[in-house]
């Protein structure tokens, strides 16, 4: 954008060497499955993310990181999501991000060195365990039923819970569960505890992330009281912590992808002859790459929007609502017209959009259902809370 900063110039020209020079290399590594890229290769990328000094970089100081701001993750995340594993290279995918970012703030001191402190470091992956089947919580985190029950010096956890991302490969998880007074807690919880149970890897239409999507199932899990994460009865508020510059952070990446099969489908546009003449100067090629650009600078301009927001300290619920619709349903319009625009090439694995395509799809269901945020969006417009 041409009114970053110079230094946000340079740290996005330094992001998107790395990405074209060192991750995009990688794209057609066979360490790679339904379920994402294999452990092996994932740390293989990581040890290039540290080389770069590209690590974790918005982790804490203290922890490792380099404590970027959301404006400066705005810039960067982008780049990093111009590959599908940028992000994996660079230890900012989900949901290792957000769960970062969720113990930088909550997490006690011992707990930070035991968990954190490898994350940061992209030694261990983690796994955040709130959604659970029907008709357990979903959009709706109320209708929780995974249970936890005091009993002596630790918490007892019965329940399951499905489509939790990198579950499988995962050292820590992150557990919400509801208490006996009808409220809500997070537990912290090693995954080779007795009574954590990794039921199966459910085949989904993304192969972007880590471990894939995972059920799993907690039969009498203890987990010492030293292990709650914060306080008892908070986990609704530190679920909002966390959700906010999440939901933020899936738009920058999945913004990178876009702008990837948009330049994939120009490209093609340019050089591919129909009918006499460049693809691209048919009208309706070249209105279709004419959408894609405004919807890229819209969305870029709605992401840097909450960026600044959160940045100023502000909680930015409302604000992250609207930029997740804004933003995954103009990158799903982008990278359909991409698809659309390559033709037969792009509905097979020849061709990267058709895994963009894929992977970007979900977007508009998780970190909150499309028509979830619409709903709280008119709520509190409606009653004057906004």
């Known amino acids: 954008m041409k009114t970053l900063s110079q230094d ?128 357990g919580a979903g959009s709706d985190p109320s209708m ?27 050292s820590v998880a992150i557990i919400m569960a509801k208490m006996e007074d009808g409220s809500a807690s997070m537990f912290l919880t090693d995954t080779d505890a007795k009574g954590f149970i990794l039921e199966k890897n459910m085949n989904a239409m993304d192969s972007c992330f880590a471990g894939g999507h995972g059920i799993l199932r907690f039969e009498n899990l203890r987990i010492p009281k030293e292990n709650v994460l914060g306080e008892i009865g908070k986990g609704f508020k530190y679920a909002q912590v966390r959700l906010a510059p999440a939901r933020l952070t899936h738009c920058m990446r999945w913004l990178g992808q876009a702008r990837r099969a948009h330049d994939i489908a120009t490209q093609y546009a340019c050089e591919r002859q129909s009918f006499g003449q460049r693809l691209g100067d048919h009208q309706g090629v070249g209105f279709m790459l004419a959408d894609n650009e405004m919807d890229l600078l819209s969305t870029r301009l709605a992401v840097h929007y909450c960026a600044q927001v959160l940045d100023m300290n502000d909680k930015g619920n409302y604000e992250s609502s609207l930029v997740k619709v804004i933003s995954s349903e103009n990158i799903w319009k982008i990278i359909d017209r991409s698809l ?33 945020h619409r709903m709280s969006i008119s709520k509190k417009l409606l009653n004057g809370k906004i």
Request: glycine share 8%.
């Open 8 to 135: 946000l110039i340079e740290l996005q020209q330094k992001v998107r060497n790395f990405i074209q020079q060192v991750v995009i290399p990688y794209e057609q590594d066979p360490r790679q499955d339904s379920h994402g890229p294999s452990t092996e290769l994932r740390a293989e990328l990581i040890e290039k993310a540290r080389e770069h000094g590209l690590l974790t970089p918005h982790a804490s100081v203290e922890m490792g990181g380099q404590a970027w701001t959301h404006v400066q993750k705005a810039v960067a995340f982008e780049e990093a999501g111009y590959s599908p594993l940028g992000p994996i290279a660079m230890n900012i995918h989900a949901p290792d991000e957000g769960n970062i970012h969720l113990l930088d703030i909550v997490a006690s001191d011992a707990q930070k060195q035991r968990w954190l402190k490898p994350m940061v470091e992209g030694k261990i992956r983690s796994c955040f365990a709130m959604t659970e089947p029907a008709p």
């Open 144 to 170: 929780l039923l995974t249970t936890a029950t005091l009993d002596g010096d630790d918490y007892v956890i019965n329940g399951r819970k499905w489509l939790i991302t990198g579950a499988d490969g995962a």
């Open 340 to 372: 659309q625009i390559l033709g037969g090439q792009a509905i097979t694995d020849e061709n990267l959009v058709c895994k963009i395509f894929k992977d970007a799809r979900g977007f508009r269901i998780y970190d909150g259902a499309n028509e979830v």
